[in-house]
């Protein structure tokens, strides 16, 4: 049985010769099996990442390091106790990060990203979905070279397909994202769901404890906002603003989130000021309600290119 601990990742560096080995056999078995239809899926670069986790995984834990071709599509690994698991990763050029920071100097707390088509299609049986991160070179393609130093995977935690169903929020395509002080749009549908709220893993043989009833508690537990508390604050605000919430909703969202400074808007400061200079023309503001706006947002002028 899996005891719950809080997740904190499992770094696994792919960069000695058993690491480049594992790599290459992703490489080889995405170029032979490339799935180009079905449910949305990544591209040969993402599926070929997510090959590599699970290969990874599979070899860490004392399984073969490639299912055989009959192996159903609905799940990666099969545990001891009958439980499936899919494998899921994403990758790029930066570690994962619990937490990471904005221009605003507020820590957003980090989240995965899943496919809404393949969580939503029963046929894909799996039971619980176990998230990770590849850290890649800046030409992050498999199988790499022997002598990258940034082929790393971090193990996650897991959660049950189920509770992601339940509390991870759909996003329709073009939906926003907010990547450290960034912006991105989805070209995907996708389901976001926060690593706090996942199960964590102190080492990778913990999986092989996951049995029928962790699973069962997992479906039955009520995580935590899958949201991070600046944009907690920033629907409050919204939701204010549109007469559905008031202060009190705003005070509690802030006493939860322990964020009590000022977070920057999602468009510019600049369009604010636009707005706000043009009422006072209109006779509707006075100058001290510029001057409160100036006290929270900051306007950016142009500096040169």
């Not at 930066?94 to 904005?102: A, I």
């Not at 999602?266 to 100036?294: C, D, M, P, R, V």
Request: glycine share 8%; proline share 4%; with cysteine.
């Amino acid at each position: 049985m899996y005891k719950f601990s809080k997740p904190t990742p499992i770094v696994i560096k792919l960069i000695d010769a058993e690491g480049l080995t594992l790599r290459q056999k992703a490489f080889q078995y995405v170029s032979d099996n490339r799935n180009i239809t079905g449910a949305e899926r990544g591209s040969s670069e993402e599926q070929g990442f997510g090959a590599l986790a699970e290969i990874v995984v599979r070899n860490k834990i004392g399984m073969p390091d490639i299912n055989p071709s009959d192996h159903p599509v609905g799940y990666d690994i099969l545990l001891p106790s009958g439980v499936k698991v899919d494998v899921k990763c994403r990758g790029g050029e930066l570690p994962f990060q619990e937490e990471y920071m904005s221009d605003d100097n507020i820590p957003r707390e980090a989240k995965h990203n899943l496919f809404a088509r393949q969580v939503y299609d029963d046929r894909l049986d799996t039971d619980i979905y176990l998230m990770t991160h590849l850290e890649t070179p800046k030409k992050g393609v498999l199988p790499g070279t022997k002598r990258q130093r940034k082929w790393i995977l971090y193990i996650c935690g897991w959660v049950s397909k189920e509770r992601v169903k339940r509390e991870g929020v759909y996003l329709p395509r073009g939906s926003l994202s907010e990547r450290g002080s960034k912006w991105l749009q989805y070209r995907g549908q996708e389901i976001e769901f926060y690593n706090k709220n996942l199960n964590g893993l102190q080492s990778l043989d913990e999986l092989l404890k996951i049995d029928g009833a962790d699973v069962k508690t997992d479906i039955a537990h009520e995580g935590d906002l899958n949201l991070t508390g600046v944009d907690a604050i920033r629907i409050t605000y919204d939701l204010i603003g549109r007469g559905i919430l008031n202060n009190k909703h705003l005070e509690y969202i802030k006493q939860k989130t322990g964020i009590t400074t000022e977070i920057k808007p999602i468009l510019s400061a600049n369009q604010y000021f636009h707005l706000l200079e043009w009422f006072k023309e209109e006779g509707l503001i006075t100058n001290q309600e510029l001057e409160k706006a100036a006290q929270i947002l900051k306007k950016e002028p142009f500096t040169g290119i």
